[in-house]
């Protein structure tokens, strides 16, 4: 038995476990193409199962789509993501997973204690944020 260079947006959604709408959604946001059939229905080179994976393990981690796209764009359109792509990948989510997670760590020592733009402890707050002076660095956690 041969095996189908394209998929329908069905076939897609069985193997990749993602809802059409999402497919839908990552074709509208740039991260994978389809063709049109002369009927208008979608098809899907073999490879975008690939990419989706690409996208699906990316968002996992917390990674934007925005900053998805950008990693993608360094691929032609019909070539799926190959070994030293995903090397290279992991490198940049490397840099941005280890930011988040210093990110996390500060928020998660200094919780308790101050939230940034002032705090939540009220016992606290004055010791932290006399007379709330963060307020003119503007709004949100100042201090994280």
Known sequence: MAVAQELTIGEMVERCGVPASALRFYEREGLIRSRR????????????????????????????????????????????????????????WRRELNSRIEKMERMRDRFTECIGCGCLSFEQCQLMNPEDKLAALGPGPRRL
Not at 52 to 79: K, N, T
């Open 37 to 92: 059939t002369s009927g208008n229905q979608r098809r899907y080179g073999r490879h975008m199962l690939r990419r989706v994976a690409f996208v699906r393990a990316s968002q996992s981690v917390g990674i934007p789509l925005a900053v998805i796209r950008e990693v993608l764009d360094f691929l032609p359109a019909d070539s799926p993501p190959t070994k030293e792509f995903w090397e290279r990948a992991s490198e940049c």
